[in-house]
């Protein structure tokens, strides 16, 4: 199984939107609905931000929200605040019990 | 609330092998709802799952660490454990520990990390 694509990095203004990527194959993105997206500040463990393709865990603000087409799924950060300076990756169930990643973008508030 | 938190030697010598511990605490790992997984972030990279246990014993991994790899877990300690065999300095990251459901195959609680360095 292949690392899931994501672009290296995104950028935005406070208070702007910012879209990133998620591309995977027919045999994990676009099979499952089971995309989950996590976001990561520096020195710190990954969060889990978005679950199942666009659902979010408790505590999570609802300017996260996530979508999928086809291979490919997408995050968007609205409103960006400078909190949500991090890294964001991707994952996505594979088939047969495995899972993948995306490679992460780096999001920076302007 | 439930935490993890991994445990190992930090340094460890190419060809030689790698074992982590991850500690489950406020809650039972012996749970049917949940799974338990490794998984490694090399310096400046992306995440890359290892592979995940249940409770009962069954196991799954990344086919392309597949022959390099042993999961275990041990419910009377709350743990369950890392062995990576043959490591070289590809190898060294830093490692997660994380608790997944089993119902949406998410990651939501994550140990702190720890890194291991592969060297001579």
């Known amino acids: 199984q292949s690392a899931l694509t994501q672009p290296p990095s995104a950028s935005g203004s406070p208070g702007q939107s910012v879209t990133i990527s998620c591309t995977g194959t027919?045999?994990?993105?676009?099979?499952?609905?089971?995309v989950s997206w996590y976001q990561q500040h520096p020195g710190k463990a990954p969060k889990l931000m978005i679950y199942?393709?666009?659902k979010r865990p408790s505590g999570v603000p609802d300017r996260f929200s996530s979508s999928k087409s086809g291979n490919t799924a997408s995050l968007t950060v609205s409103g960006l605040q400078a909190e949500d300076e991090a890294d964001y990756h991707c994952?996505?169930?594979?088939?047969?019990?495995?899972?993948?990643f995306g490679g992460g973008t780096k999001v920076t508030v302007l | 609330q439930l935490q993890l938190q991994e445990s190992g030697p930090g340094l460890v010598k190419p060809s030689e092998t790698l074992s982590l511990t991850c500690t489950v605490s406020?809650?039972?790992?012996?749970?049917?709802?949940?799974?338990w997984g490794w998984i490694r972030q090399p310096p400046g990279k992306g995440l890359e799952w290892i592979g995940s246990?249940?409770?009962?014993?069954?196991?799954h991994y990344n086919p392309s660490l597949r022959s390099r790899v042993t999961i275990s877990v041990d419910t009377s300690k709350n743990q369950f454990s890392l062995k990576l065999s043959s490591v070289t300095a590809a190898d060294t990251a830093v490692f997660y520990c994380a608790r997944a459901s089993r119902y949406n195959d998410a990651f939501d609680i994550w140990g702190q990390g720890t890194l291991v360095t592969v060297s001579s």
């Open positions: 994952s996505s169930y594979a088939g047969s019990n495995n899972y993948v």
């Open positions: 246990i249940f409770y009962k014993g069954s196991t």
């Open positions: 027919s045999s994990d993105v676009g099979s499952y609905n089971y």
């Open positions: 199942e393709v666009s």
């Open positions: 406020g809650g039972s790992i012996s749970s049917d709802n949940n799974y």
